[in-house]
Every structure is written in structure tokens, then in C-alpha cells.
């Protein structure tokens, strides 16, 4: 069987600072109908670049140096554009990562789903509008008949990443490049749409090519996979070969990643004062009551894993600690001592104690001033230290983050990587001497290995120091991996707490279960089982709830 | 739909409350104007006595603040009250007094005229030049484009209108250079006289608008769902007409509302250029005069004409966004 795709020494240039630089240096790649390819690597792998290039299209200051893009024989590199655009959305077709940001917000659902199939002649609207309610509830959407009059808006994220989905078979293409399509949804809405994908494109026989970078859901949704770093391929094999025999160092030590975890700590003393403690918050955004009766402590030296899905009330309640939200109903106590709910009514020695580290380590450092100013600036304003005395304290700082000092002192956020620019935000949370830190999903947004290692740091910064964490995270993995008690919340509410080898083991409340069961597993067959366990309709079900 | 009306209610009061504030602006900055009505009626041959006498008979004796006050009354009434240089006419027997309303009116009718001429030409021209050149963006046309209206903006008002009456009056009579419409005048007529003066200030007020849609919609075109939009193999002007323009109108909508506002309230040298009677004229006559009732009647309109523009700006823009047009 001849390939559908045959990609033959791609080679991708990518501009900065006025000269083009080599992202992609020679991949080869073939695809045959119906089959899907995982492509698989770290951010900066050059995974998506590939994938938009198997289309024909670069991004903004990319461009194809060298190489061909060969779709059913005709090569996209060299083809017109208006050729390319005869075959975009009709024969090959998209499915972005945020399907919030790739839906344009001024048109609804279902217009958007007919435009490809009315522009390129296919279909006229009103079959093609009837085609996607059929489409919708194959996916198993809530109100298929309905929910495409909406906006982009008026639905979940989890809805809208299925509806695109259906949008890319408008046409009933040959081929569909899924480009991270679940990494912004929960555990358990990322199965929903998981096993739609899978379903569909088996149902149609499209070939897909599925770009991930979560080795466990790559496994359940690839006939092959194939591992890039650095715009290189690393290596290429079936996917049953793959996970059980890599060839490749780095693969293995892709594989390896998931091993990382803590030992916990022994059982705190129940008599010793908790250096945190939430009594009974209740609180409200306007008039809506977002968190009921909340109560958890958090113990010196200890984290604590805050977990639960996005809306669950995980960052308000550590808005509420921190005092950007004075809770309605209980209070904050501080080594014992009831805080005020306010954070203006704090004095600045209560407000050091309590220090945050956030999600986008991007937007959370300002981008004007340098890391010697960033770090600096809590040093003074906390510990009173100005000159020579304030620059040795940073230079210790960033030697406790494993950071070269005089190499990043004059350095601005945007000339560090994720991991390093993380870092710096943990090291300016340091910089107060704080005995608690709140972590707001600090790993989120940052490959595996780099978060590992960012792990790893916080681990031995609470060795050293005795910090105490609340670590507010979605990732199961996470918290297998650092902490030492858990809180399961959902709407609002805690559902469950303890310690966290209590947690791991059943039973559990069945919110927990269904949390712990829908974390993707390296096993192949793992999406498939787990399917008919729960049962198919369940999952329809899952999504109706979460309207 | 409530929250929607809730706004605009508080746009609509936030406004009332703006004008309010102006109208304290205009009547203090009017009346610390060196000179007044009395000394320049009478010019050479005021005498102390005579200027005290008309001061006593315009009010013009009484305290600042007494004046504002009574002022204000008259405005919320939608009394302008009457205009000096009326007054002191039929003190020295002249015909009946007209009011400083029925003064204005025509005037006022008369730069809305050429207002909506001038917007008629202006907005679509100017929004069509910044979707093509958005389309062609780095390309000669776009380069062009900008050129031309940059340069046409940058040059002094009166030497565009001189030099639309040297091409289109003088070389190739097209259309007359003098804009001298008065009442009861046939529409076409009308409408021939008032286009150089709309084309001039078509000139102007086109750069401004059509740099803004242009920029308005680039800075859209790297959003994830233009992306999207072309991978579905759309042609590059739908891409941008029905993907990018619908989400870039709130800005474009906002630089309409400017430069529609500066053609009702900043068109004093066209309509000279041209001795086109408008709102203008008049007003620059009565500061010459100090004639302060019919000045300050002319200041408010004008600073209403801003307000009442930038909130159905406000109020389009917010309706432009289908997240509160459409809530959860």
C-alpha cells in the first residue's frame, strides 16, 4: 500500500535576530491511510512545526528550507497556494491544542463547523449542519442538536476540543493533525475526548498524525510513535516496541521520568501546632458561595497536595490563605495565631511568612526588570538589606536554585527557559525566608524532565530549609511524587483528605476514583479497558455533569 | 441582557455627569476671555459710561457664579438664550430678536450636513483601504496607501482644500469652490456644493481611521484561530473580512467615533476655506465679538457631540463582543 504522506529530509528554519537558525534538521516520515502517528518530545522538539509542515504551512518566521512534503503525490513545499488551499481543511485537516482560543469567539459553533465543506464545494450548509449534529453525537456531546447554535464561549472546554474535532471531519479528510489536543483539560474530561478521537478516526479511517507530550495517552492513541529532541528524530518503532524495548538513552530516560517519588514522612505528632490551618472558609466571588466549609491543616516541614479539577476551588481557597479573598464564614490561622482575613489588615511579617509560586512563571516575573532586580526586591523590602549586603543574599538565592550567580544576575525572564525562569519565581519566594509556600500548579506548564527537576528542588529546599508547601496541582503524578497528605476537592468542597499512601490505596470516595482511574497509563490497552469497565455510556454521562 | 442595559445606563449617566463638569469648564474659560462684549461693540468710542450701561443691561454686573447658575437653568430648559449682539440691536430699535436656538439651528443643521457627507465617503473608504492593505500588508499598495494618507493628514487643512479647489475648481471646474448653500436649496444642488469641503475633510480624517483597521486587524492574524481559519484552506479575504474583522471592531468603532465627533466640532477652517455657513463660522464670528451666550451655547454642543459619540462608540463596541452580547 502506497503512503498517504511521505515526508523525505524536511528541514525547517526558524528567524531570530535577523538570521535563520535550523529547528528541524532532516525528519523523514511516512504515513499510510488509516494509520495514526504519534509524535512525541519536549517543548522546543520542534513537534508541532512538523506537524503544521505536513500541511503545507509554516508559522510566521519559519520557513521550509530543504526537503518535501509529499500528500497522495503532491509535494506541499513546492505547490501553489491556492493548490494547498484546495486540499487544506477538505483533504487534511487541524485540531488545535485550546480549542477556547481556536474557535473565533464572533461566530457560533455550528457556522463554523459548515464553512470548510460549503468553501470548498463539498457539501451545501444545511447538510453540512445536519452532518455535524450526527458528528456532535457520535462525540457524545450533551444537546447535539443544540449545542452547535452556541458560541465558542457558552461551552466547556472539554465540549469545545470534541466540536473541533468534528469540525476537522466536516470533510471527512484523509488525513488530521492533532496538535496536543487534550494538555489543557482535566484528568478526566481528557478521557472523554480521548476516546472520542479514537473512536472517530477509526470509524472514518482517516490517518492522523497525534502530537503529544504525554507518553501515556501518545500509547493509547498511536499505531507507531515517533520521539524527536531538538528537531531531530530520536527513533521510530511500533508502539507495543516502543514502550516495552526503547533503543535510545533518551527515550529511556523519558520513560524513566514517571519513577521519580518522595519517600513520605513519618505521621506528624498529633499534638504539635499545624503552621497552617484553614478552619471551616467559606467563601464567595459576588453573591455565589465558590468554597463551602472548607478545613485542612498543613504541618511544618510537610506538603500538602491540593488537588482536584479545574473550578474545583483549588486556587481560591489559596487565595483565601494569602488574603486576596477574605473568606466569608472561618478563618486562617498562622502558627496558631487567627490572620486577619484581609491581607491589607496583615502586618509585613505575617505577609512574608506566606509566600506564592505560580503557574506561568512567564507572566508572573516582570519582563523589564533583570533577575538580580526580581530577586532583590523582596530581599530588601522583607529582610532590609540594601548594596552589597542585598547582592550577596541574591547570589545565595540563586546558588540555592541551582542557578550560576553572576551568569543570570543581569539577565532578563525572557533570555531564561521555562525551567529556569520556574526557578527564579521559587527563588524570589525564598527571598521573604517564608515558612510556608503555596505552589500553585508550578510543574503545569513545563515538560516532564524539567518539571522532575523542579520537583526534585523543592524537595530538597524543604529538607534544608523545613518549609511547608501547599501544592495546588491537577496532576495525580505530581502528587504521587512530592507529597505527603492530599486534599481531594471538587466543587468547592473537600471530599476527601489524609495521608497520602491512605489516598493511593482503596478504597477510595468515588470522586477519587474516578480521578485516580482516568490518569492515562503507559499501557496501551489502558484507554480501552478502562472504557469497558466504566462502561461507554458512563462517560456521556460524566459530560453532562460537568454542564 | 440586563447587565448589558446596566452598562449602558452607566455610560449614558457617567456622560450626563461629564457634561455637567464641561459646562463649569466652559463658562469659567469664557468669562476669563480679556475684554467684553460691551468693549468691543462700542470699539472706539466706549466710554465709561456707556460700557457700564450695557453691562447693566445684558447682566453682565451680576457675580460669575449668578450667571452660571442662571445659565444653567436656561440650558436645562433648552433655553440658549439670547445672543448679545441681538439684544443690544433691539435696544436701539432693530427688527424682532431671534434666539440664540433659532441662530444656531440652521447652522448646526448645516455641519451635520456636511458631516454625513464627509462620513458617507470617509468610513467606508477608509475601512475598505485598511482591509485591503491589511491583506496586502508589506506589499507596494500597502505602502502606498499609508503614504498617501499620511501625507494627506500631516498637511495643514487649508492646503488641502487649496488644492482640491486648484484641481477640481480651477483646472478642471467639477465642482464650484465656494460652498455658499442657504435654506430651500434643492438636495443635489446642495449636496454638489458641499463636496469640496467633504472631500477635504475626507482627506483628513481618512488616515487615522483606516491605520487603525489595518492595525487592529494585524494584530489578530498570529491569534490561534486565524491559524485555524487558514489551515481550513479559506481564501485570504474571508479569512480576513469574516475572521479577523468581526473581533477587531471594537478599536475601528472607537477612531470612527473621533473622527466623526472632530468633524462636527474641528471644521472651522474648511468651512471658512469654502465660506461654507456652518457651526463654525458662527462661532468664530461670536468670539470676535465676545457674544458669550451664543460662544458657550456653540462650546456645548460641541463637548455633547463628543460625549454623545464616544458612548454609542462605547455601547457598539461592547455589543461588538459576543460574550456579552451572548451570555453564559
Known amino acids: 500500500m502506497s503512503s498517504l504522506l511521505k515526508i523525505r529530509g524536511l528541514k525547517i528554519d526558524g528567524r531570530s535576530d535577523e538570521t535563520w537558525n535550523p529547528i528541524i534538521k532532516g525528519v523523514d516520515m511516512d504515513l499510510k491511510k488509516g494509520e495514526v502517528l504519534g509524535l512525541i518530545g519536549e517543548s522546543g522538539a520542534g513537534k508541532s512545526t512538523i506537524g503544521l509542515a505536513a500541511m503545507g504551512y509554516t508559522r510566521d518566521g519559519v520557513r521550509i528550507s530543504e526537503g518535501t512534503v509529499e500528500f497522495d503525490g503532491i509535494d506541499l513545499v513546492t505547490a501553489s497556494a491556492a493548490v494547498k488551499r484546495n486540499l487544506l481543511g477538505k483533504r487534511i485537516a487541524y485540531v488545535a491544542q485550546s480549542a477556547a482560543a481556536s474557535f473565533n469567539p464572533a461566530h457560533k459553533i455550528i457556522d463554523q463547523h459548515t464553512e470548510a465543506p460549503v468553501q470548498h464545494g463539498v457539501d451545501n450548509r444545511a447538510n453540512s449542519a445536519a452532518d455535524g449534529m450526527e458528528l456532535y453525537r457520535k462525540l457524545r456531546l450533551p444537546n447535539p442538536d443544540e449545542i452547535g447554535f452556541r458560541y465558542p464561549h457558552q461551552v466547556s472546554g472539554g465540549q469545545l476540543q470534541r466540536a473541533m474535532t468534528a469540525m476537522a471531519m466536516s470533510c471527512r479528510p484523509d488525513l488530521i493533525i492533532f496538535d496536543e489536543p487534550t494538555t489543557a483539560l482535566d484528568v478526566t474530561t481528557q478521557i472523554e475526548v480521548l476516546a472520542a478521537i479514537r473512536e472517530i478516526v477509526e470509524e472514518f479511517d482517516t490517518a492522523a498524525i497525534y502530537i503529544t507530550h504525554d507518553l501515556a495517552v501518545v500509547a493509547q492513541m498511536a499505531d507507531r510513535i515517533k520521539v524527536l529532541l531538538r528537531g531531530d528524530e530520536v527513533e521510530e518503532a511500533d508502539t507495543r516496541t516502543m514502550l516495552s524495548n526503547p533503543q535510545e538513552d533518551y527515550t529511556k530516560s523519558l520513560w524513566a521520568v514517571r519513577a521519580f517519588e518522595r519517600p513520605a514522612k513519618p505521621a506528624v505528632n498529633t499534638g504539635s501546632t499545624p503552621v497552617v490551618s484553614v478552619n471551616g472558609i467559606t467563601a464567595a466571588y459576588g453573591k455565589t458561595d465558590v468554597l463551602h466549609d472548607v478545613s485542612f491543616d498543613i504541618h511544618a516541614g510537610r506538603t500538602v497536595a491540593v488537588v482536584g479539577e479545574s473550578g474545583s476551588g483549588k486556587s481560591t481557597t489559596a487565595r483565601c490563605i494569602t488574603g486576596l479573598l477574605p473568606p466569608r464564614i472561618g478563618d486562617i490561622s498562622f502558627d496558631g495565631e487567627v490572620l486577619p482575613g484581609n491581607y491589607k489588615k496583615r502586618n509585613k511579617d505575617q505577609l512574608r511568612q506566606a509566600q506564592m509560586i505560580y503557574q506561568m512563571a512567564d507572566t508572573a516575573l516582570n519582563p523589564r526588570k533583570t533577575i538580580g532586580q526580581i530577586i532583590g526586591r523582596p530581599v530588601q523590602f522583607y529582610m532590609g538589606l540594601t548594596g552589597a549586603e542585598r547582592r550577596k543574599r541574591v547570589n545565595e538565592l540563586l546558588e540555592q536554585i541551582e542557578l550560576e550567580p553572576d551568569t543570570y544576575f543581569n539577565r532578563l525572564p525572557s533570555e531564561l527557559s521555562g525551567g529556569q525562569k520556574q526557578r527564579i519565581g521559587i527563588a524570589r519566594a525564598l527571598a521573604a525566608e517564608p515558612k510556608f509556600i503555596i505552589c500553585d500548579e508550578v510543574t503545569s506548564a513545563l515538560d516532564q524532565l524539567v518539571a522532575e527537576g523542579i520537583l526534585r528542588l523543592l524537595g530538597d529546599l524543604q529538607d534544608k530549609l523545613g518549609l511547608s508547601y501547599m501544592f495546588i496541582t491537577h496532576d495525580l503524578a505530581t502528587v504521587k511524587a512530592i507529597a505527603d497528605e492530599v486534599v481531594v476537592m471538587k466543587d468547592g468542597k473537600v471530599v476527601e483528605q489524609g495521608p497520602k499512601l491512605d489516598m493511593f490505596t482503596p478504597p477510595h470516595h468515588a470522586y477519587t476514583d474516578l480521578l485516580l482511574s482516568s490518569v492515562p497509563e503507559m499501557d496501551p490497552d489502558w484507554l480501552t479497558d478502562l472504557l469497558q469497565e466504566r462502561g461507554v455510556d458512563n462517560i456521556g454521562d460524566a459530560a453532562v455533569g460537568k454542564m | ?328
Not at chain 2, 435696544?91 to 440664540?100: D, S
Not at chain 2, 448645516?110 to 496586502?136: E, H, R, S
Open chain 2, 1 to 328: 441582557m440586563s447587565s448589558l442595559l446596566r452598562i449602558v445606563l452607566q455610560r449614558l449617566a457617567l456622560g450626563l455627569v461629564t457634561l455637567f463638569v464641561v459646562s463649569i469648564v466652559i463658562f469659567v474659560a469664557v468669562n476669563l476671555l480679556p475684554g467684553d462684549f460691551a468693549e468691543a461693540i462700542l470699539g472706539q468710542g466706549a466710554t465709561p459710561e456707556s460700557v457700564a450701561s450695557i453691562r447693566r443691561d445684558l447682566g453682565l454686573d451680576q457675580p460669575m457664579f449668578f450667571r452660571y447658575i442662571d445659565w444653567l437653568k436656561g440650558m436645562l430648559t433648552l433655553d440658549l438664550g439670547t445672543s448679545f449682539a441681538q439684544l443690544n440691536f433691539a435696544n436701539f430699535g432693530g427688527a424682532g430678536t431671534t434666539t440664540i436656538a433659532e441662530q444656531i439651528a440652521p447652522r448646526l443643521g448645516n455641519t451635520m450636513f456636511l458631516a454625513t457627507v464627509t462620513a458617507a465617503i470617509a468610513v467606508p473608504l477608509a475601512v475598505t483601504l485598511g482591509i485591503l492593505a491589511a491583506l496586502y500588508r508589506n506589499t507596494a499598495f500597502d505602502k502606498i496607501a499609508n503614504m498617501f494618507t499620511l501625507s494627506s493628514i500631516s498637511s495643514p487643512e487649508f492646503f488641502m482644500a487649496y488644492v482640491l479647489i486648484l484641481f477640481l475648481a480651477v483646472l478642471n471646474p467639477i465642482f464650484p469652490s465656494l460652498s455658499n448653500i442657504f435654506e430651500g436649496m434643492p438636495f443635489s444642488e446642495r449636496l454638489e456644493k458641499s463636496m469640496l469641503p467633504a472631500l477635504t475633510l475626507t482627506l483628513v480624517v481618512t488616515a487615522h481611521m483606516m491605520r487603525m483597521t489595518r492595525a487592529a486587524i494585524i494584530n489578530l492574524l498570529a491569534s490561534p484561530y486565524i491559524e485555524m481559519a487558514r489551515l481550513k484552506g479559506l481564501s485570504p479575504m474571508r479569512v480576513i473580512v469574516k475572521h479577523a474583522l468581526p473581533n477587531a471592531l471594537a478599536p475601528i468603532i472607537n477612531v470612527i467615533a473621533l473622527n466623526l465627533a472632530y468633524l462636527i466640532t474641528g471644521v472651522v477652517v474648511v468651512e471658512v476655506v469654502f465660506v461654507y455657513p456652518g457651526i463654525g463660522q458662527l462661532f468664530v464670528d461670536s468670539v470676535k465679538i465676545r457674544d458669550i451666550p451664543v460662544v458657550q451655547a456653540c462650546c456645548l454642543i460641541f463637548a455633547a457631540a463628543y460625549i454623545l459619540l464616544n458612548l454609542t462608540a462605547d455601547i457598539m463596541s461592547i455589543l461588538s463582543n459576543p460574550r456579552l452580547r451572548h451570555p453564559k
